[in-house]
């Protein structure tokens, strides 16, 4: 009996402070000899019995035992997986046709130097060697221009683009340094990604002087979520209530080019998608692009080109993914035939391939642990 009151005396002080706790105590201590009847039949209740497995540590949880031949036939069927879609992907970039890229920032008649408000238009041919079904994709591509920085990517107020009003000031704050116009306040939109817009514009044509235009649209070159949520109109003079929106800003919101610009770059060398060729096949021969140039790039060295993709189900071709793809299928295979020789020639112990041995072992080692903590008790 002085035993049995030791041992509920030493429960009562392990027991910890949270709901549940202590009955949980009492009810191992059943699995003893020396436990009352009583604490057997104790079971978690209160309060703190919805959450008693989480606070105990006891919550379900998987524990898979990789065997060998388990993990070779994981490799194998990856191995299987990325080395088609690698092969796909190498296929379908011979089909794909594209034009050479044209830069036209240095040609005499589209050089606009360091001066913003100057503009110049001229024509550049671009060469098509294959036909291109459409759709086709025309973009322009700039390079050591760094959309990346933290000072530009910051400058920018998504609620105004958005076109919420009213604004507070910590809304507006992130637009530094281009924030406060000395005569109409906060310039709309505000930000630097904004006032750097791209604004030189292109126009396909079949012929130098451009009688035939190709016929090309720029709808559908932004993310259906800019154009559904990020980039909206906001409210003008007349509206109810009234805003400081003019109707040039709106244009120029909720403009595709505008969204396409302000998707930001990773990258100093990008390509940003301009127009799209939906309805006609671009057949072998010369084009001409007419282009009224406004974006001077000159005082940081930068360029600007035009190129025209055929885009696949991956995007445009895109060697690296094929290569990619067959690369880590192929380091797949050669795992799986190291681990296949490792088991056959150096296999391990029977027991640890059998998951009920294994199971069986730590369920009396679990036991034993037990034990030896109730005796010392």
Known sequence: MEHEEDVEANAGKDACCCPGCGPRKARKKGKNKHASQSDMQDEPHGPGTKCYKFRQQELWALTPILSPKFVIAMYLVMACVCIPIGAVILARNGTLASTAQVRYDNIPECDVGDVFSQTKTCTVEITIEEDIEPPAYFYYRMSNYFQNVRTYTRSRSSP????????????????EPILDNSTTGTPIPCGLTAWSVFNDTFVLCEDRECNNPVPTTQEGIEWPTDSSTKFKAGPTADSDPPGPWTDADN????????????????????????????????????????????????????????????????GSANSFLGIAYVTVGALCVVLAVLFLLRVLFNPRRAAYDDPTVVLERINDLKMGRTDDTTEHT
Request: with cysteine.
């Open 160 to 175: 105004q683009l958005a076109g919420q009003w009213p604004l507070t000031t910590g809304q507006l704050d992130t637009c």
């Open 251 to 314: 244009d120029l919101i909720t403009s595709t080019p505008f969204m396409v610009w302000m998707r930001l770059a990773a990258f100093s060398e990008f390509n940003k998608l301009n127009l799209i060729v939906q309805n006609q096949t671009l057949t072998r021969g010369t084009y001409y692009v007419q282009i009224t140039n406004n974006y001077p790039v000159s005082s940081f060295d930068g360029t600007k080109s035009i190129i025209i993709f055929q885009v696949a189900w991956y």
